[in-house]
Structures are given as C-alpha cells and as structure tokens.
C-alpha cells in the first residue's frame, strides 16, 4: 500500500493464520496499536487498496486494519477449503481472533459488505458498529448480473463445464468492466492489476471456479428477517448509479435496521469509495463518532 497516515509509519503489514491447516490472510495496519479498531473488508474483486483513500484519515484517530479476504489480494488462495456463506462468516470471527479483538468497527463494501452484515447478526456482541457500502447485502444483484454470476457458480460446480470455464479470460473480462474508473482517473492501473493479473495464471483461474463454486446468488431472506435486530450504530452509504445493486437495497436496509443513517450519492456508481472518498470518509467519521449501546 502506497498510502500514509499523518502521525504514522506506512501501514504495518502482518500475515494471521484463519484456518487450522494454516491458511493466512494478508492485513494492513495503520494508526496507534491501542486505539479503536475498525476493520475495513473490500469487494469483489478487489482487496486492501480500495481503501487507500479512507486508511489515512481514519488512521489519525483509529487503528485501521485492512485485510484481504482470503482468496484475495496477497493472502492464500486454498483450494481445499470451504467459501460458502456461513463458512466465510465463521471465518471472519477466526480473523478477528487472530487479530485478538473481541469486537470492532466494521466496515465493508460489496462482498465485504455481505459478510459483514451476516457477522453483525450472529455475533452482535462483536460489531460496535457497522456500515454496508453497495452491497448485496440481504439482496441479490440486477438482472444481468444476477445471471453473469449465476452462470460462473454453475460453471465452478459443474464438473462438465469446467474445463471450459477454465479457459475463459477472467483478467481481460474484470479489466474492461473496471475500465471507466481508470479512464475517469479513479483507479490506478497498477492497483488494477493487483486485482486481477492472478487471474490470469492456471492456479488463479482454477481457485476463482472454487470460490464462486460455493457461492449462491439468490437473495438470502434469513438476512432480511433480522435486520430490525441490529442494535449498533449503523450507516448505510450507496453510489446512486450503481449499475450492479438496486439502490433500493440501500433504502431496505436503512429502513429495517433501527437508526441507521442512509447516504446517498447521486451521480455515484458502485466503487464508492474510489469515487467519492471525502464523503465517503465523513460517513464513516459520523458512524464511528456515534456512541454504542454499551459506551
């Protein structure tokens, strides 16, 4: 990461160890060791670098730890380990073991937004606060990605269609689809690259049909049913444009969650945070201003 933080080093990298057979995740940390934590989880198919606007700031203040997911970025790619829902939940609690936080300030965007909303239904007691930036969330996606998505889960557990799927150009497809943020001067090409150059290689295309293998598209109703049960702060923060997520999603879950606040911004699509990073930041500045039910 090519960020700093006014007051700090660069990030601290550190590796921790999410499963019993030794898979590792890849963390960035910035900020004082002993502030308050907030735990930054990127989408698909990024990783840590799509905070690299938000890490600064909130590392005056805070201790920032970005991971990348595991699968993603610098960390492991197993491929004999599970990525359905719950399992990916579970494992966000292994993180934080790791990282020896009982509890924190979670933040998460697309499928980082996913899981953290599972995570803060099932163990309340470890989210002090929460904010979901377009994600699925308890939906599902638009139309034709509903379908683009549904037919690469196919593909992944299919073994009639995988030697197919195997040689289909992940990397080129994902760079055309992140084009306009680089034309637009949002997204770096060497952060870019960092997303999707793995998958160009055998190894990188065989564990994206493994991880999307135990991925499921349909909306996820269980999710819907608690979200009147989030208790912490919550802030829901939506690129109106989002050509992926129906910002109705945004608008469900800023209803059903007792006082979330909901921003909106117009003429936003769905990386947000590259976008429009100072409102961005000052949404999560409020969230995490805001005082929990315990203090």
Same mark, same amino acid.
């Given at each position: 990461?090519?960020?700093?933080? !006014? ?6 990298? *550190? ?11 890849? =963390? ?6 002993? %502030? $308050?934590?907030?735990?930054? @989880? ?7 670098? =799509? ?6 700031? @909130?590392?005056? *203040? ?26 990916? +939940? %579970? ?27 599972? #995570? ?28 683009? #998505? ?14 197919? !799927?195997?040689?289909?150009?992940? /990397? ?30 055998? $190894? ?7 991880? #999307? ?18 208790? =912490?702060?919550?802030? +829901?923060?939506?690129? *109106?444009?989002?050509?992926?997520? *129906?910002? /109705? ?33 000052? /949404? ?12």
């Amino acid at each position: 990461m090519s960020t700093q933080s !006014a007051g700090t080093d660069r990030p601290r990298t *550190r590796s921790v160890m999410v499963d019993d057979d030794g898979a590792h995740v890849a =963390c960035w940390e910035a900020g004082p060791p002993d %502030a $308050e934590p907030v735990l930054l @989880l990127h989408g698909y198919p990024a990783d840590h670098h =799509c905070w690299r606007h938000q890490i600064p700031p @909130l590392s005056r *203040r805070y201790r920032v730890i970005a991971p990348d997911l595991l699968g993603w970025g610098e960390s492991d790619r197993p491929l004999h380990l599970s990525f359905d829902y719950d399992t990916e +939940v %579970a494992r966000l609690g292994r993180l934080l073991d790791a990282l020896g936080l009982d509890s924190v300030n979670l933040v998460g965007h697309d499928y980082g937004g996913f899981l953290s909303l599972g #995570f803060a239904e099932t163990h309340p007691g470890r989210v002090r606060r929460l904010a979901v930036l377009n994600s699925r969330a308890h939906a599902t996606f638009t139309r034709p990605w509903y379908a683009v #998505f549904s037919l690469i889960s196919l593909a992944g557990r299919a073994p009639a269609l995988r030697p197919a !799927a195997m040689h289909l150009p992940y /990397a080129a497809i994902h760079r055309r689809t992140l084009a306009p943020l680089v034309r637009a001067g949002h997204l770096d090409t060497g952060i870019l690259e960092g997303y999707v150059d793995w998958m160009d290689t055998p $190894e990188g295309r065989r564990w994206l049909l493994h991880y #999307f293998g135990d991925y499921r598209t349909p909306p996820r109703p269980e999710l819907r049913r608690r979200l009147q049960e989030i208790s =912490c702060p919550t802030a +829901v923060i939506w690129g *109106r444009a989002d050509r992926y997520l *129906r910002p /109705a999603i945004a608008t469900e879950l800023a209803g059903a969650i007792p006082d979330a606040e909901l921003t909106m911004l117009d003429g936003t699509g769905h990386w947000v945070m590259d976008e429009r990073p100072a409102e961005v930041t000052a /949404a999560l500045s409020r969230l995490l201003s805001r005082a929990t039910p315990n203090g």
